[in-house]
């Protein structure tokens, strides 16, 4: 049961906080398309690792990711405002890039497999 209610707090915790990132963060340096890919809240409530995909170059990346942890105290006061929990958790932004290291495995891939069907001719 506490495994189930968990799941639906890291859920909902996710769903508010991308909808803040993009429609309450007004920031300039914030050019970079922002997903929120995962979230885990701790047991006690205390901290929610927010994990955060960032499309661009690395410059925009760096300024987007310094904007997010930046803005951390107001996205933790919208989620008080908005999801009703014992503790707003204190938010901690985390880079995550597993998209990219997939889209490195599969170039990776699609050379071994050409490579394969050079040499098979």
Not at 7 to 12: A, K, Q, S
Not at 79 to 87: A, E
Not at 92 to 111: N, Q, R, S, V
């Amino acid at each position: 049961m506490a495994k189930y209610r968990g799941g639906r707090i890291n859920e909902e915790v996710k769903k508010e906080v991308s909808n803040i990132i993009q429609h309450e963060i007004k920031d300039p340096r914030m050019s970079a398309m922002v997903s929120v890919t995962k979230v885990d809240v701790t047991k006690d409530l205390r901290y929610a690792k927010v994990y955060v995909s960032i499309f661009g170059n690395e410059e925009t990346k760096n300024n987007t990711l310094a904007v997010l942890k930046n803005s951390s105290g107001f996205i933790r006061r919208e989620i008080g405002h908005r999801i009703n929990l014992r503790y707003t958790p204190e938010i901690i932004i985390e880079l995550d890039e597993t998209i990219e290291h997939g889209m490195h495995i599969d170039a990776l891939l699609a050379e071994i497999k050409e490579r394969e069907s050079h040499d098979n001719e």
